[in-house]
């Protein structure tokens, strides 16, 4: 039986994980990408698509909502403004997971959570 299996809980209080969940998204949407474990990573991702999706529609009302999530308007501005209008042919999909391998300190699998069209800018 599958019960309380609908998300991956992350060893956290609710709270606590959707502080997580905040931050790595606000996280991800200022930077392109994140470096964290898989399983955070795994977690991250659908809640990062859904403000895309949302992001997509531009409205006061899908606005507020994003707000739920995202507590600086800056992001929020640039959520709609840049991030979002990259995708508008898209039908979801928004983001990978690149598998990096063994942490070092405590051998957790890490991750790369990016956006599908990333580009790298290189340092000159």
């Not at 809980?9 to 990408?33: D, E, I, M, P, W």
């Not at 990062?48 to 009302?61: I, N, W, Y």
């Amino acid at each position: 039986m599958r019960h309380n299996k609908r998300y991956k809980k992350l060893g956290r209080t609710s709270s606590h994980r959707r502080a997580l969940l905040r931050n790595q998204v606000a996280s991800l949407f200022q930077h392109g990408r994140i470096q964290t474990t898989l399983a955070k990573a795994k977690a991250t991702r659908p809640v990062a698509e859904k403000l895309v999706t949302l992001g997509r529609q531009d409205t006061v009302h899908a606005r507020r909502q994003v707000r739920r999530w995202i507590s600086d308007r800056d992001l929020v501005k640039k959520l709609f403004d840049e991030i979002s209008p990259r995708f508008t042919d898209r039908p979801g999909g928004y983001l990978r997971v690149i598998k990096l391998g063994p942490r070092r300190g405590d051998g957790a699998e890490t991750a790369i959570l990016e956006f599908v069209d990333y580009e790298f800018e290189a340092a000159d």
